[in-house]
């Protein structure tokens, strides 16, 4: 079996304008997100080409796309809109994907650093 590839892209950081309630989506909120991808690719053949790869950079700019144009209620909603994104962009190359998404400064009445929720293909 050959030597693959998996792709992290860790932390990226979003104000969106999603959530059930009014007011997040009026004023928005900071996003945190993780995506982990596991490819098909054998790292030992792409020789300096990216086109042989799955740029992170590419990665980044779809899901950002998605990100900044939802308005969706659930963050649920929202991971498997990047998944199909992605999946619709980079399907040769992707065996599985993870989101994981992190929102911070939640309307919950409690201590907490965030909350998060994982979606895996």
Same mark, same amino acid.
């Given at each position: 079996?050959? &030597? #693959?590839l998996?792709v /992290? !892209?860790?932390? #990226?950081r979003?104000?969106?304008?999603? *959530?059930?309630?009014?007011?997040? @989506? @009026?004023?928005?909120?900071? #996003? *945190?997100?993780?995506i982990s991808?596991?490819? +098909?690719?054998?790292y030992?053949?792409?020789?300096?080409d990216?086109?042989?790869t !799955?740029?992170? *950079?590419?990665?980044?700019? $779809?899901? $950002?796309a998605v990100?900044?144009k939802?308005?969706?209620?659930?963050?649920?909603? #929202?991971a498997?809109?990047?998944?199909?994104? /992605?999946?619709t962009?980079? *399907? $040769? @190359?992707?065996d599985?994907?993870q989101?994981?998404i992190? @929102?911070?400064?939640?309307p919950i &009445?409690g201590?907490? &650093? +965030?909350?998060?929720?994982?979606?895996?293909?």
């Amino acid at each position: 079996m050959a &030597d #693959l590839l998996k792709v /992290l !892209l860790n932390n #990226l950081r979003f104000h969106s304008h999603i *959530g059930v309630y009014p007011e997040e @989506k @009026k004023i928005g909120q900071d #996003l *945190g997100i993780d995506i982990s991808i596991e490819t +098909n690719i054998d790292y030992q053949t792409i020789h300096e080409d990216l086109t042989k790869t !799955l740029s992170y *950079g590419d990665v980044y700019r $779809a899901t $950002a796309a998605v990100v900044t144009k939802s308005r969706v209620d659930l963050l649920e909603t #929202l991971a498997y809109d990047i998944i199909t994104t /992605l999946k619709t962009k980079f *399907g $040769a @190359k992707i065996d599985h994907i993870q989101v994981t998404i992190r @929102k911070f400064n939640t309307p919950i &009445d409690g201590v907490l &650093d +965030n909350v998060a929720i994982e979606v895996r293909d």
